[in-house]
């Protein structure tokens, strides 16, 4: 355990239930080598206790993104398992973690000492049946509901909204604590709040997803689209949801198409009023010079679109220790954005020792994960997005209220109505702003009271059998 004593607010967690939830998708989501057309969705039920005896739950969720989190040639299916498999490890893992602390402080030791041995062990006994490590990434997404779970737990306890506990009075440790001297020391004594938002930002621009496969045009329709209501081509989405902000996936091995695929999107969204554009390439290429040539190429023949791309999205292999590239000259021309590389703050600040400028924050990589990452990369002058792991049902709520709080280039990302958006009708129907995109944001003053505000959504959808539960 990090410290001797604590204070009378820690809590330890006392007993888990993981739930999988599938999910079809209505269209097939392309990105990077592979296509996403069905997702399982761990949902946890965490339970607390404090040191006067006190009890409380707290509820976590994130998509099991098999190929974002796990690129491989090894079959899907057996990947698919192994997450499912791990994940039931970790609901034992967590239940018998037995360190008291604040949310924070027990998320970011169980990843730091506790995920990396599992994850060791689980490689070892699988590794004759896959071939294949199953890596980090993977890891920290299968563990990320239980983090999730546990923070809106503690605000559960305390009878109070989860961001305002990130304070001196509930946290046994600053960021120095954390940092050490990789903190500039002005801002070792900082708790977590210092760099929140003030008032979180209950209306937030919104960023579409446009995937390598989504049709832009009627010309692009083989006819297999679904015809279910929900729009298909580009202008549709923008006219409906009054879209300003377009991600445009490319594929990073073919610099033809992608050029050629972000002015064929430029070109019917400037028109309708889409002012923003990033381009995600998935950690596909492999030299930076393919990334100089497109932005080069960019500004020289099509100004407006260059001056409309916001930033790049995580172009390189995410393992950066593997290939430590130099990034500086991409990042003098625009932003340059970790994404799959961002585990933890460690991960950032080897990012932005070659040159990284930005940091995508995701909660599918832990509540406790992302906080620390965002408080490391501000007080490195980096700047910060909030990014979507098509997060549908719970998983909407945490994702969002991250972007709420913490200081965003510009909004959040939310692409879970374009691929399922009748997975989260139940949640839908009580908050309604947070899963319905108009006038290009979402709204989340719906949402409100102790925990991540979700006591309203807990029981609403009827649930499977546990796949596990466990207690000490």
């Known amino acids: 355990m990090f410290f001797q004593t604590g204070k009378p607010t820690d809590v330890r967690i006392v007993s ?13 989501l392309k990105f990077g080598r592979e296509t996403l057309s069905s997702v399982t969705c761990a949902r946890v039920r965490l339970t ?4 006067q005896g006190r009890s409380a739950e707290g509820w976590g969720e994130t998509p099991l ?33 037995i360190d008291w602390g604040h949310p924070i402080e027990l998320g970011s030791d169980f990843s730091h000492l506790m995920l990396p041995r599992l994850l060791e062990d689980f490689n070892d006994s699988a590794l004759a049946t896959l071939q294949e490590s199953m890596p980090l990434l993977a890891a920290l997404v299968c563990s990320s509901p239980f983090d999730l779970a546990l923070h809106d737990a503690y605000g559960n306890l305390h009878e109070r909204p989860t961001y305002s506990t990130y304070t ?26 210092g760099f929140l938002r003030p008032k979180p930002e209950l209306r937030l621009p919104v960023w579409h997803l446009v995937g390598g496969l989504d049709p832009l045009t009627s010309a692009d329709l083989t006819g297999q689209e679904p015809n279910d209501g929900y729009p298909v081509l580009l202008s549709d989405w923008i006219r409906r949801d009054g879209l300003r902000c377009l991600k445009v996936k490319l594929r990073g091995t073919d610099w033809e198409w992608d050029y050629q695929r972000i002015r064929a999107v430029a070109a019917i969204a400037l028109p309708l009023g889409v002012k923003d554009f990033t381009a995600d390439f998935n950690c596909t290429v492999q030299d930076p010079e393919y990334v100089l040539s497109f932005l080069a190429r960019l500004a020289a023949d099509d100004g407006q679109v260059y001056e409309s791309l916001l930033y790049v999205e995580q172009p390189f292999e995410y393992e950066l220790e593997r290939r430590r590239l130099d990034v500086s000259r991409i990042a003098r021309l625009k932003p ?3 994404d799959e590389s961002a585990h933890d703050w460690r991960c950032v600040a080897t990012g932005h020792s070659l040159g990284w400028n930005g ?11 992302a906080l620390l990452s965002a408080a490391w990369a501000l007080a490195h002058g980096m700047q910060l997005m909030v990014q979507d792991l098509t997060n549908p049902m719970l998983a909407q709520v945490t994702h969002c209220l991250l972007a709420a709080h913490v200081p965003t280039l510009m909004g959040v990302e939310s692409n879970a109505n374009q691929f399922y958006p009748e997975a989260s009708l139940p949640e839908a129907a009580v908050f309604p702003g947070l899963y319905t995109r108009r006038e290009g944001v979402v709204d989340l003053s719906d949402l409100r009271g102790n925990g991540f505000g979700m006591v309203a959504a807990y029981r609403i959808r009827k649930l499977p059998d546990p796949a596990i539960s466990c207690g000490t």
Request: proline fraction near 6%; hydrophobic fraction near 45%; charge should be positive.
């Open 336 to 338: 340059l954005f970790l």
């Open 16 to 28: 888990t239930e993981l739930y999988f939830l599938p999910v079809q998708t209505r269209v097939p």
């Open 359 to 369: 940091v995508a924050l995701k909660t599918c990589k832990t509540q406790s994960g």
């Open 48 to 51: 607390i206790v404090d040191r």
């Open 65 to 97: 993104s098999v190929q974002w989190v796990w690129p491989s040639s090894v079959a899907y299916n057996e990947r698919h398992e192994a997450l499912r498999l791990f994940s039931r490890m970790l609901a034992q893992a967590w239940a018998h973690f």
């Open 168 to 193: 001196p009075e509930f946290m046994n440790r600053d960021l120095g604590d954390y940092f050490g001297s990789a903190l500039p020391e002005g801002a070792r004594t900082g708790s977590a709040l």
